[in-house]
C-alpha cells in the first residue's frame, strides 16, 4: 500500500525534484564555476564566495543591509497591521464584514506588478496622493520612492497594502478560538485586556508563529518592486537582495556568482527559520500538548 | 509484497516514461535544424534564419516588411522575432539553451562579451569572401571590434546627438535660434543665458529676473537626459575612459567639469528639470512648451515629426569643442547559425539604407552607407524636405556626426556594464543635487579602478 501511496504523490515528487531539486544542486554546482550562461562553466572552488564577503563585490553587503533593514520593517509592522486589522474585523459590532473582508483581501488578487505601477503614481512626489495629503495637512513632502532614507519604508507600507493573506489566516485563527474560553473569563470578572492578553493572544501564538515564518522567508525575497518601482535605486538603496542575484544572473550573465549570492541567501533563510524554531519552545502554545 | 513491487515497477516506469518524454521533446529542437545544416546544399531544402530585433511599433513594421521582402527576393525563409522588452535577458536564456537566433539586434556591451566567449561570428571572413561588398562602403566609425580583425558586426543604425527645440518658443522669447554649424556652436555661457531666457515662473518671470522664483518653475529652458551626458563629456575633452585606457576618464578634471557644468543647470542656473521634476513633466514636453530645448539622439526626430510643433535643430553648445556622440548598438551574426552565407545575405540587405529607407526617412535611424552622407540625390531621400528632418538638419545631425561624431563607450569600453553599475548610482547622487561630480565621481574611482580593461579592437 505504501506503493500506492507513492504513486499517488508521484506528480509532487516528480515536480520536486525536476524543477526543485535538479536545479538547486545545479545551481549549487554553478555556484563554484565561473559561469557567465555563454561560456562552459570553469571550476574555481570558493571563488565566487571570497569575492562577496572579502567586499571585492561593491553591492553584497550593502545588499545584506537593505534587505535586513526591509525585514526588521516588513515582518513586525506585518504581524501587528494583520493582527489588527483580523480582530477588528472579528469584533462582534462590526457590520458589513464581508464588505471589509473583501477590501483588505481585494490587493493580494492584483497582481504585484499592477499594484507597483499605482503604487509608483501614490508616491508621487509632485503629483502623488501621499504628497498632496501631507500638503493638505502642512506637513513637509516626502521623496517616498526617489530617497535613500525613504525608499524602504515606502516599500514597507506598500507591502502592508498587500497582507490579506495574512489577515485571512489570522481571522481563521481567531474564529478558532473556543468561546467557552471567553464564557469562562467572564464569569470570572475578567475585561477585554484581560481577555486579549491571556485568552486571545496565547491561543493564537501557532498563528502568530506561522505567519512569522512565513512573513520573514516573503520578507527575505522581496523582489518585484525593486524591479518595477526603483530598479534597485536611488544609489543602490533598495537593491534587495533577490533583485540583486536577478541583475548578477540576468543583466550581467554572470551565473555562477549569483548562484553563489542566492545560496547564501538560502543559508541565511535557513538559520533564521531555524533560530525562530528554537524559540518557538518558549513562547507558542499548542492546544493539543498541554 | 508482490503488490508492492508492482506498483514500484508501475512508479518507475512512469517516472521513466516522462524522462523520455521531456529528453525527447528537447532533443526534437535539434534534429531538424540539423538536417538542415547537412543538406543545405541539396535542392529544395528549405532555409529559415531566425532574426531578432526589438523596437516599437514603426520599427517592428518596417524591420519585419523588409524582412518579407528578402525572403521574396532570395527565397530564404526568414521567421522574425520581435522582442519589445528584457532583451538581452530573452537571447542570454536562448543563447545558453542552444537555440540562438542566426543573426539579429544586440546590445554593445553583451555583444563585445559574447564576442570574447565566441558566441558571435567574425564577419572578416565573409566580407572578404563577397565581391559585392565593400567595407569602405560604410562609415569607418560604425564597425564593431573585439580586436583588430575580429569584427562582430556593425551599428544597426548610425545615431547622433545634437539639440533639438521648439521654434515657436525660441521666437516668442527673442532668443536667438541655435546655430547648426559645428564652428558656430554656442559656448556654455551663451547657451546658459539663452537657456535662462526660455526659464519662465508661475509668474512668467524668467530666470535672468532678480525676481525669479526656481521652486515654482512652469517652464524649462533645456531638458536633457542624464544618460546623455557623455556629450557634454567629450565636448569637454574627456571620455569615459582615458586616451590609453588605463584609467576613469569621468574623474579626470575635464570629465568632472562637464558633468558639474551639467549639474549646475540644475541647481545652480534652474533652467533644467532635476530628475524628481522631470517625473511629473509629460512626453510631449515640447510641444505642450513645458520644455523649450531638449539633448536626444537622432532618433527622437521620429517621435516629434508626429507631434504638432515647430521643431528645429542645431549642434550642441559646446564647452571646449564642438563634437557630438555618435552612438550604436550592433547587428550580429550568432555563430551557432548552421546557414552563416545565408545569414550574411540577410545581414547585407539589412544595413542597405534602401531597404530600411522608411526608418531612415521617418528619423529613427541614419543610414550606414557613406555616400547616403555625401551624395545629394541620396540625402534627398532622406535628410530633407520631410517633416522628421527639419532644416538644418543635414549640417547640425548629418555633418556634425560624420565629422565630428565621438563614438560612445559602447562600442569600445570592456566590462562597461559593471562600471556602468557603479558610475550610475553615484552619478545619480551627482543629478540629485546631493553630491558633487568631484565628490561622487573621485568617490568610486578606487572602485572602478580593478574593474577598468581597456578598450576593444585596441
Known amino acids: 500500500m505504501a506503493a500506492a501511496g ?86 462582534d459590532f462590526i457590520r458589513g464584514k464581508s464588505i471589509f473582508r473583501t477590501i483588505f483581501y481585494l490587493p493580494v488578487i ?104 512565513m512573513g520573514s522567508i516573503g520578507a527575505f525575497q522581496v523582489f518585484t518592486e525593486a524591479l518595477i518601482m526603483t530598479q534597485g535605486g536611488p544609489n543602490n538603496a533598495s537593491l534587495f537582495y533577490n533583485y540583486y542575484i536577478y541583475r548578477e544572473a540576468f543583466q550581467f550573465g554572470e551565473m555562477g556568482h549569483a548562484s553563489a549570492i542566492a545560496w547564501i541567501l538560502f543559508m541565511i533563510i535557513l538559520i533564521v527559520t531555524a533560530i525562530f524554531f528554537r524559540t518557538s519552545k518558549s513562547w507558542v502554545f499548542y492546544e493539543s500538548e498541554v | 509484497m508482490k503488490k508492492t513491487k508492482r506498483f514500484a515497477a508501475l512508479a518507475l516506469s512512469t517516472v521513466l516514461a516522462m524522462t523520455v518524454l521531456l529528453t525527447a521533446c528537447s532533443s526534437n529542437e535539434e534534429s531538424p535544424a540539423n538536417k538542415n545544416g547537412t543538406n543545405k546544399t541539396e535542392e529544395g531544402e528549405q532555409i529559415t534564419l531566425k532574426f531578432s530585433f526589438w523596437g516599437a511599433t514603426i520599427e517592428k513594421k518596417t524591420v519585419t516588411e523588409a524582412l518579407e521582402r528578402f525572403e521574396k527576393k532570395t527565397g530564404i525563409n526568414v521567421e522574425p522575432m520581435h522582442i519589445p522588452a528584457d532583451y538581452i535577458t530573452k537571447l542570454t536564456t536562448m543563447v545558453a539553451g542552444n537555440v540562438a537566433p542566426d543573426l539579429g539586434y544586440m546590445t ?15 564577419l572578416s571572413p565573409l566580407m572578404e569572401k563577397d565581391p559585392d561588398f565593400k567595407k569602405e562602403d560604410y562609415l569607418d566609425q560604425v564597425w564593431y571590434e573585439t580586436e583588430p580583425g575580429n569584427i562582430i558586426g556593425m551599428s544597426i ?157 542645431g549642434v550642441l553648445p559646446k564647452l571646449k569643442e564642438s563634437n557630438t556622440l555618435l552612438d550604436g548598438a550592433p ?70 556626426t560624420l565629422e565630428n561624431g565621438v563614438r560612445t563607450p559602447g562600442f569600445e569600453v570592456k566590462n562597461l556594464a559593471k562600471i556602468n553599475a557603479l558610475v550610475t548610482p553615484a552619478l545619480d547622487l551627482v543629478w540629485t543635487g546631493k553630491q558633487t561630480a568631484e565628490e561622487a565621481l573621485k568617490g568610486i574611482e578606487p572602485k572602478v579602478q580593478p574593474l577598468i580593461q581597456g578598450y576593444y579592437g585596441r
Open chain 2, 331 to 400: 547587428m550580429v551574426i550568432f555563430s551557432s547559425t548552421k546557414h552563416p552565407e545565408e545569414a550574411w545575405l540577410l545581414y547585407k540587405y539589412m544595413a542597405d539604407p534602401e531597404q530600411v529607407l522608411p526608418l531612415i526617412e521617418g528619423g529613427l535611424w541614419m543610414p550606414l552607407k557613406k555616400d547616403w552622407y555625401t551624395d545629394p540625390e541620396l540625402i534627398n531621400k532622406w535628410a530633407a524636405g520631410n517633416k522628421a528632418h527639419p532644416e538644418g538638419y543635414t549640417d547640425a545631425f548629418m555633418k556634425q
Open chain 2, 108 to 122: 554593445s556591451g553583451s555583444g563585445l562579451s559574447w564576442a570574447e566567449d565566441g558566441k558571435l561570428l567574425n
Open chain 1, 6 to 91: 507513492i504513486l499517488f504523490a508521484l506528480p509532487s515528487i516528480l515536480g520536486l525534484t525536476l524543477f526543485t531539486i535538479l536545479p538547486m544542486l545545479t545551481s549549487l554546482i554553478l555556484s563554484f564555476t565561473d559561469y557567465r550562461t555563454v561560456n562552459t562553466p570553469k571550476f574555481i572552488g570558493f571563488d565566487n564566495y571570497t569575492r562577496l564577503f572579502d567586499g571585492t563585490d561593491p553591492y553584497f553587503y550593502n545588499s545584506l543591509w537593505v534587505t535586513f533593514k526591509y525585514v526588521i520593517l516588513r515582518v513586525p509592522l506585518g504581524l501587528v497591521f494583520s493582527f489588527v486589522a483580523a480582530f477588528l474585523l472579528n469584533l
Open chain 1, 110 to 213: 492584483v497582481p504585484a506588478v499592477a499594484s507597483s505601477m499605482i503604487w509608483i503614481w501614490l508616491f508621487s512626489p509632485d503629483l502623488g496622493l501621499f504628497n498632496s495629503f501631507l500638503e493638505a495637512l502642512h506637513i513637509p513632502t516626502l521623496n517616498w520612492l526617489y530617497s535613500e532614507k525613504t525608499v524602504v519604508p515606502s516599500i514597507v507600507i506598500m507591502s502592508l497594502w498587500a497582507m490579506g493573506s495574512t489577515i485571512i489566516i489570522f481571522l481563521a485563527g481567531l474564529q478558532g478560538v473556543p468561546r467557552s474560553l471567553y464564557e469562562a473569563a467572564i464569569v470570572d470578572g475578567a475585561g477585554a485586556l484581560r481577555k486579549f492578553f491571556n485568552i486571545t493572544i496565547p491561543m493564537m501564538t501557532p498563528i502568530i508563529f506561522f505567519n512569522l515564518i
Open chain 2, 157 to 313: 543604425s548610425v545615431q547622433g546627438y545634437g539639440l533639438m527645440y521648439n521654434k515657436d518658443m525660441l521666437l516668442e522669447a527673442g532668443v536667438e535660434l541655435p546655430p547648426t554649424e559645428a564652428d558656430k556652436a554656442w559656448d556654455w555661457d551663451t547657451f546658459i543665458e539663452y537657456a535662462k531666457k526660455l526659464t519662465l515662473d508661475d509668474k512668467g518671470r524668467n530666470a535672468l529676473d532678480p525676481e525669479f522664483n526656481p521652486d515654482k518653475i512652469k517652464q524649462f529652458g533645456f531638458q536633457y537626459d542624464p544618460y546623455n551626458m557623455m556629450a557634454a563629456v567629450v565636448s569637454n575633452g574627456g571620455n569615459f575612459l582615458t586616451e590609453d585606457g588605463t584609467g576613469f576618464g569621468l574623474a579626470q578634471p575635464e570629465g568632472i567639469e562637464a558633468i558639474q557644468k551639467l549639474a549646475d543647470l540644475m541647481y545652480v542656473h534652474h533652467v533644467s528639470p532635476t530628475p524628481l521634476q522631470t517625473k511629473s513633466l509629460p512626453d510631449m514636453a515640447l510641444q505642450t512648451k513645458k520644455v523649450a530645448m531638449t539633448v536626444s539622439g537622432n532618433w527622437a526626430l521620429q517621435a516629434f515629426a508626429e507631434q504638432e510643433f515647430n521643431l528645429g535643430v
